[in-house]
């Protein structure tokens, strides 16, 4: 016997968002902090978009990002550092992040940014703006 069901509900699932957050003007090889706001307190990360070429690190919290401002580019973060995803692009770019990455904000009491640090990799002074691509996670 063969029984008809209604097709799957979608009701409960989120739709892709995206959210970015811009620097200051960041001279040549300089790095500066960026808070990417109204992203999701627990969220799928699909791609970082950059508006010109730059080093940029994603981090759970405001404390990591502190913690890992000295770390150069050729050595990878201690595990448990609350780094979440970095990428090095060469240009206005979007960097395809697969598999689908989890990160999440880990303040006392979460809030929707996702806390960024950027570093100009361009020739020349830049106002960099990074963008990503998520799926929430979390109300």
């Known amino acids: 016997a063969i029984e008809e069901t209604d097709p799957p509900s979608s009701q409960g699932l989120s739709p892709r968002g995206t959210a970015s957050g811009s620097s200051s003007s960041l001279a040549a090889g300089a790095s500066g902090n960026l808070d990417i706001t109204g992203a999701a307190k627990s969220y799928g990360l699909l ?12 981090y759970t919290s405001i404390a990591s990002r502190t913690a890992d401002a000295s770390r150069a580019a050729t050595t990878d973060p201690v595990p448990g550092s609350g780094v979440v995803a970095e990428v090095i692009t060469s240009g206005d770019t979007t960097q395809i992040i697969s598999p689908m990455l989890c990160g999440y904000n880990d303040e006392s009491t979460p809030v929707t940014t996702v806390y960024a640090k950027v570093r100009n990799e361009t020739a020349s002074a830049a106002v960099i ?3 990503i691509t998520f799926v929430p996670l979390e109300a």
């Open 129 to 131: 703006t990074v963008t």
């Open 47 to 58: 791609k970082i978009t950059t508006s010109h070429a730059a080093w940029v690190t994603l």
